[in-house]
């Protein structure tokens, strides 16, 4: 059992956020303190930050969670090795898993069961991953866009330390890794328009409009990015998470256009239009960035907003048609070629939603819960 001090040290990331490096402040991204968007996010306040996780926790409405099992093609180890390169497989929210070169890079790792601090507590998957953690191929590297629970399990990253060559993170979060045990000679840190080669393919770190932080102490001590991936002639942009912004833009010219992006378009909601896009905003930065194919990720995995769990897919995909743009929207653990992409089913067509959950509190439905003697 973890002990308290423990636990609190790893939820309020005490050392990361006492951590100053002097790189840090020779960022344009940080302002002597802690990092920032280009653009200043417009304050919130305490008032509407609380009536805003009051409405998430205890009034969220209809739909929100499927009751039905999503489609999921599970995957071996032994089908990843004999995949042809420049495979591409979504395994859940932002998880996506990229065969280049014969070898393997994992996004945003999150295997837990929640996106949370909690191991009874906060989002729970709707799916289980297409292919166990235990499972997966020995990894060239992991790309991480920033530090929030939904992109950045701890558990998953320690048990892919042994079997990952190189970890590729914006400034600040290596820190967290190597605080974690992983061996910072993996860690390899960037600001915007920093990058590397590995392996002959091309690693950018790019701009991105967010916020970071894994506690109410720690608020932007991490840096936030998307990232560009380029192999020869193929072009791969992955978001992480952000708002809409002029960035994109930015990003097409500089470093498009794109064959495949992989674009937010979940957890949305108006409470918090500046750090995730709405399906409008999705299709739109697609379009700024020079994009060939869009592939929505930052869904169908977790309840992170209040719409309905399918609504980012139907959106997105209606908003492609009018606007003419190449939409795939692969099922999870569904093989994608980054070479001759296809469509893909609108598979969430079948799947049944719940109603919402009931109105109690999280200390009542965690004393059911261990009634059930079973976690949520």
Not at 2 to 10: D, F, K
Not at 47 to 57: E, I, P, Y
Request: hydrophobic share 40%.
């Amino acid at each position: 059992m973890t002990s308290l001090p423990a636990l609190v040290h790893r939820m309020l990331g005490v050392s990361a956020a006492k951590r100053s490096r002097a790189s840090f402040h020779q960022s344009p991204q940080h302002d002597g303190e802690r990092f920032r968007n280009v653009k200043p996010r417009p304050a919130q306040g305490l008032r509407k930050t609380l009536g805003l996780a009051w409405t998430m926790l205890f009034n969220k409405p209809r739909g929100t969670v499927p009751t039905d099992s999503l489609p999921v093609e599970t995957l071996t180890r032994e089908q990843l090795h004999a995949a042809p390169d420049r495979s591409l497989y979504r395994l859940g929210h932002s998880t996506m898993l990229l065969k280049l070169r014969d070898k393997f890079w994992l996004t945003d790792p999150v295997f837990a069961e929640r996106a949370s601090p909690f191991r009874n507590l906060g989002p729970k998957r709707f799916h289980a991953p297409p292919v166990a953690l235990a499972d997966l191929p020995p990894l060239h590297g992991v790309i991480l866009s920033h530090d929030h629970y939904d992109h950045l399990d701890r558990e998953t990253v320690i048990a892919l330390a042994q079997r990952t060559e190189v970890f590729l993170t914006p400034l600040g979060v290596g820190d967290r890794l190597i605080e974690w045990g992983i061996d910072a000679a993996k860690v390899r840190q960037f600001d915007w328009w920093e990058g590397t080669e590995v392996e002959g393919i091309q690693f950018t770190a790019t701009p991105a409009q967010h916020f970071s932080g894994r506690s109410l102490f720690d608020g932007n001590r991490t840096l936030w990015a998307s990232w560009v991936i380029v192999d020869n002639d193929l072009r791969v942009f992955f978001s992480g998470d952000t708002g809409y912004f002029d960035g994109f833009s930015t990003i097409g010219e500089r470093l498009g256009p794109f064959d495949v992006t992989l674009v937010e378009t979940g957890a949305y909601d108006a409470m918090w239009p500046y750090v995730h896009m709405h399906p409008e905003e999705t299709v739109q930065a697609h379009i700024d960035l020079r994009g060939r194919w869009l592939v929505p990720i930052h869904n169908g995995t977790f309840d992170l907003a209040m719409h309905r769990w399918q609504e980012p897919f139907e959106r997105v995909t209606g908003l492609a048609l009018a606007r003419g743009v190449a939409l795939s929207t692969p099922r999870m653990g569904e093989r994608l070629d980054l070479n001759a992409v296809h469509r893909g089913d609108r598979w969430w067509r079948n799947v049944a939603e719940t109603v919402a959950a009931p109105k109690a509190s999280w200390r009542l439905c965690a004393s059911r819960q261990a009634e059930r003697g079973k976690p949520s």
